[in-house]
């Protein structure tokens, strides 16, 4: 299962657990593997079957283009990140 | 690692330094800038601002100017598109309150610039003025007025990073600094001011909207454009002109909306451009801040933990740059035990905007002086501190994922066997040395690429990225390293957004990284079809074919040869044109570190700081164009000394006026104030490029005022607590 980390500003959802390991073989399936556990994450970080703009999706490492779409490993690390703003990208 | 600026590794074109392809219309004034741009029935606008920093619109009468001679036509926030009201349209032009002096509120239109000056003045506009806010302490104070009234507060934007145990790394820490730093708003001071020509067809068959713009970004101009008048994006042309810079600031819009409805209706193209006030005041400059750092380490020098607590100006409207000044803030380092908050403040200045690494330099001012002081009360070398504590490949960063490749050893062992380093200070007691380094994440983006062949064998490239520094030349370096023919035989264009597929904007150093995957793909591409016609025309498999330094040759007949350029005149008969395209949205673009050694000296008796030597080192995974990665490390650190020693927006606090809003009192470096910027390209490869590639635009600006307040401190004895560094408040501080 991957393993996915909760953001700081989150964990309030999650009662306080900061990683979590879900079944999925993407993105997609990691964000509904984690609403079923605790409901309201979904509408968090995911807008119009999209990653919200404010929010960018990495996947061991590296931010994913592909958001909900990218492949996730069985032993990946996902992290929900801010958005970097601006110039940056 | 490999060193120099001249390294090609077995390359034949990456890693040399031809002339640039767009050299000679630079440096003849032939090349065209969106000030340069006329067309036919051309009008001029120009653009009522508030002169309020925070006020209320009673009303806007524009009866005097509507039968003025000369003046064709008047727009207000009353002709963009009501429904679905954005703060985007809001800044174009505000509805009903103005958010800091300059926010836009009518566009006029008329026969000369003159006209349109003279009838902004007969604009009648009522305000009730509100109390106003400049900096991001001010509007932290629950009692300071709210920015946006439908919130609790004025922060937009709240992000945290949390690894490990804070609270247990300081316990544990024998040496624990704190300090606070306040930083000025700074603009990104290029030279050419934003400007735009739009001409609206309305013809019902072929309504198109036509915008030359200086931007960073054509497609971004077409989104947001599109999306603020309300129109299809492919009803939008956007030509992107030459630009004179713009740092990270030329991505917003701004005038194009307006002149839009302008030309709408007038149906004439209307041209609009800024003037350096308005640059200054109704632009996006960079956030001042507020900048907590604390860091605790061992009395061997191992970091255990680092606090920060960052607070940036947003400007009137969401959409700050904090999450990058988090981000980078401890990034160099391995810490085990680290908090992060950062908060981007609404306050009644223009919204900020990027500037190279945005919100990158604040947070590394506080982070690489407290890290100097700390090495200091440990009796260490602050670049063997730096050392023991230095970030790899596989840390953890604060925000969470690991670091892939990165350069901080390699660029902190190439600055400790530096001479600049190791030469000794002169016997003067005035001047003294400090360093610092820092670090940029770099980002990428979808990137479209064109190939085609020209009759003579030279290579059409066609892409859509604004060539800022240089990009053009570096991706016809890559493609033409791919076929094996000179720099020169590929000749590159920056094309309209109607002549390519979609391409983000040149930022967040992206370009030579996705632009150099995608150009590798359609030079491979291109490769592969012209092997296989030459195959086709000898009758032999392409597997028997090969293609170098410009020739196609068989493999196994040595009698079968032809030179691309001979080649390339039979296409035509023997198949057809040959064509190629490269489009991607790669991953995989690696941070770039910096670090800078300065000589600095201060005058006791004024306090002025001049900068005596100064050498860069940067980690560029791999120079493409040398001369472009050296011009983009001394620019940056440039502005870094500027951001430094000189530059602020200085407000009259009575009226919340900007009373700098001129390069003659917004104090720019020169190339009089500065010595030669010495450049060490350090090569750490990012591996997930053809050619090894990162972003190199952006990491050189972090790392300057750093190591200029720990040389002022090891001159004076003060630790600097704020930007710019003025003289004044170094006197003030060297008399206490």
Redesign the interface.
């Known amino acids: 299962m991957a393993t996915v980390?909760i953001?700081?500003?989150m964990i309030d959802m999650t009662s306080g657990k900061?990683r979590i390991e879900v079944p999925g073989s993407n993105v997609r399936d990691i964000i509904n593997s984690i609403d079923k556990l605790y409901p309201g994450v979904k509408g968090r970080l995911v807008e119009n079957h999209k990653i919200k703009p404010?929010i960018s999706v990495?996947v061991d490492?590296?931010?994913?283009?592909?958001g909900i779409l990218e492949k996730v490993a069985p032993n990946s690390?996902v992290?929900f990140?801010?958005?970097?703003?601006?110039?940056?990208? | 690692m490999t060193k120099g600026s001249n390294s090609t590794n077995g390359y034949k074109v990456i890693g040399t330094r031809p002339i640039r392809h767009d050299g000679y219309d630079k440096v003849t004034g032939k090349a065209l800038y969106g000030a340069d741009f006329s067309i036919s029935g051309l009008l001029f606008g120009k653009i009522l601002r508030s002169p309020h920093a925070h006020a209320k619109i009673l009303s806007i009468d524009t009866s005097a100017v509507e039968n003025m001679d000369g003046v064709k036509a008047i727009v207000t926030s009353q002709d963009l598109p009501q429904t679905n009201w954005t703060k985007e349209k809001d800044a174009i032009m505000a509805k009903t309150k103005v958010l800091y002096k300059g926010h836009p509120i009518a566009g006029v239109a008329a026969i000369n610039h003159h006209i349109a000056e003279e009838a902004l003045k007969l604009i009648n506009v009522e305000y009730e003025i509100l109390p106003a806010i400049l900096t991001a302490p001010e509007g932290l104070d629950p009692s300071s007025p709210l920015i946006d009234e439908t919130k609790k507060n004025n922060i937009s934007n709240h992000v945290k990073h949390e690894l490990g145990n804070i609270k247990k790394g300081f316990e544990k820490s024998d040496v624990i600094v704190e300090r606070t730093f306040d930083t000025a708003t700074v603009h990104q001071g290029y030279i050419e001011p934003h400007n735009a020509t739009v001409d609206w067809n309305s013809s019902v068959q072929d309504e198109k909207v036509n915008i030359w713009v200086s931007t960073q970004s054509s497609f971004d101009i077409r989104g947001r454009t599109a999306e603020i008048l309300h129109l299809d994006p492919s009803k939008i042309k956007t030509t992107p002109m030459e630009i004179g810079g713009g740092f990270g600031a030329k991505f917003d819009p701004y005038a194009c909306p307006v002149a839009a409805l302008l030309s709408k209706k007038t149906g004439k193209p209307v041209k609009i451009v800024h003037t350096r006030k308005e640059e200054f005041e109704s632009t996006g400059p960079t956030p001042g801040s507020n900048i907590k750092i604390k860091i605790g380490a061992t009395k061997e020098g191992k970091i255990l933990a680092a606090e920060a607590t960052l607070a940036y100006e947003d400007g009137a409207f969401p959409g700050g740059v904090v999450s990058a000044g988090a981000l980078c803030a401890f990034a160099t380092y391995d810490i085990e035990n680290v908090l992060i908050n950062g908060y981007d403040v609404l306050v009644n200045k223009p919204s900020t905007s990027a500037y190279r690494a945005p919100g990158a330099t604040n947070s590394n001012v506080g982070t690489e002086t407290v890290i100097d002081e700390i090495a200091e009360k440990l009796e260490m070398d602050p670049i063997e501190f730096r050392l023991i504590n230095a970030s790899k490949e596989g840390v953890r960063r604060a925000d969470g994922p690991k670091h892939p490749s990165i350069g901080v050893i390699e660029v902190l062992n190439a600055m400790k066997k530096h001479p600049h380093y190791n030469e000794p200070l002169p016997e003067a007691t005035d001047i003294n040395r400090g360093v610092a380094i820092g670090f940029w994440m770099n980002g990428a983006g979808p990137s479209s690429i064109n190939l085609s062949v020209h009759p003579d064998g030279r290579i059409n490239l066609i892409e859509g990225s604004t060539d800022i520094g240089g990009s053009r030349a570096s991706i016809a370096m890559m493609v033409a390293e791919v076929l094996g023919i000179k720099a020169e035989d590929v000749t590159p264009s920056v094309v309209d957004t109607d002549k390519i597929g979609y391409t983000s904007g040149t930022g967040g150093s992206s370009v030579t990284y996705k632009a150099g995957v995608a150009g590798h793909i359609a030079a491979t591409n291109l490769k592969k079809s012209l092997i296989e016609r030459a195959a086709s025309i000898w009758g032999v498999s392409p597997k028997t074919v090969s293609m170098e330094n410009g020739i196609l040759f068989s493999t196994k007949d040595k009698s079968l040869s032809i030179s691309l350029k001979n080649l390339a005149k039979d296409l035509n008969d023997t198949g057809g044109p040959i064509i190629s395209n490269g489009a991607t949205n790669p991953s995989g673009a690696a941070p770039s570190i910096s670090g800078h050694i300065i000589d600095v000296k201060v005058d006791k008796e004024t306090g002025k700081i001049d900068i005596v030597k100064c050498t860069i080192f940067q980690d560029v995974g791999k120079a493409i164009h040398p001369d472009y990665v050296e011009g983009q490390m001394q620019g940056g650190t440039v502005q870094g000394i500027g951001w430094a020693l000189n530059e602020e927006y200085f407000y009259n606090n009575d009226s919340y006026e900007m009373a700098n809003p001129t390069f003659l009192d917004y104090r720019m470096p020169l190339a009089l104030d500065l010595p030669m910027i010495n450049t060490e390209i350090i090569e750490v490869p990012n591996p997930a490029h053809p050619f090894g590639v990162r972003g190199v635009g952006e990491a050189s600006i972090t790392s300057p005022p750093a190591a200029i307040a720990n040389a002022i401190y090891r001159i004076t004895g003060i630790r600097v607590n704020q930007l710019p560094i003025k003289p004044s408040l170094l006197m003030e501080s060297i008399k206490k």
């Open positions: 980390f953001p700081s500003l900061q404010n990495a490492g590296e931010i994913s283009p592909l690390e992290h990140i801010p958005a970097v703003g601006g110039g940056a990208n």
